[in-house]
């Protein structure tokens, strides 16, 4: 079992310095045969901050915190916490070619 929690305190100190809450940012840590699962909470207001544009700073989070936990002898993973209430229908994911077809013929 790892008992080192280097990597929470490593996420705890790069996402506080991210946000505009600090003291709003909750992370639980739990230890499993599969490893260690981060569990990210921070406050809605702040969500984007932690996604990026195009995950791009979720991924660079999730890399980083996977290489601390390779030092400790661990495998990392980081789960962000979507806030309650909040809407995933506002996403601006690309749509593929098809789909935009077929809402056009209303199908």
């Known amino acids: 079992m790892v008992k080192s929690e280097k990597d929470r305190e490593f996420l705890e100190y790069l996402v506080k310095a991210l946000v505009d809450n600090p003291n709003d940012v909750k992370i639980e840590r739990k230890v499993d045969e599969m490893g260690v699962l981060l ?3 921070v406050n809605p207001s702040d969500m984007g901050q932690i996604i990026g544009k195009e995950g791009s700073t979720a991924r660079a989070i999730r890399t980083l915190v996977r290489i601390v936990g390779l030092k400790n002898q661990a495998r990392v993973n980081l789960k962000i916490e979507e806030p309650e209430g909040g809407d995933r229908t506002n996403r601006s994911t690309p ?3 098809n789909e935009e077809n077929l809402e056009d013929l209303n199908i």
């Open 39 to 41: 569990s990210l909470k």
């Open 95 to 97: 749509r593929k070619k």
